[in-house]
């Protein structure tokens, strides 16, 4: 997935979206991550998954950082620059799924 949004970077920089990696594991395995697929966005390092639990993506007590990690799929939640989440997509899984989001914006 991390690999479609850099694919489509330019896209949303247009649109003044800033995206951000979210990462549950340690800082070291997040600049490894980010330096291994050449990643043009931030990681948030999030190991207690406090962002998660608080959008309603992970769970405490869970093994992965999204409850149902299934076929790759991961939600993408855009922000606006007034705070106000503009599109909720919650089972995003292919490049195809991410231009459609972003033409929405």
Not at 11 to 21: Q, R
Request: net charge negative; charged share 25%; proline share 5%.
């Amino acid at each position: 997935m991390a690999l479609g949004y850099r694919e489509h970077s330019a896209g949303f920089s247009e649109k003044n979206v800033v995206m951000f990696g979210v990462h549950d594991g340690s800082l070291e395995a997040a600049r490894e991550w980010v330096e291994k697929e050449e990643l043009p966005f931030a990681i948030l390092n999030d190991p207690r998954r406090l962002l998660g639990i608080a959008v309603g993506i992970s769970s405490a007590d869970g093994d992965r950082y999204v409850r149902d990690p299934s076929e790759g799929r991961r939600p993408a939640v855009v922000i606006d620059e007034h705070g106000v989440i503009c599109a909720w997509e919650p089972g995003m899984n292919d490049t195809a799924q991410i231009a459609s989001l972003l033409a929405k914006l």
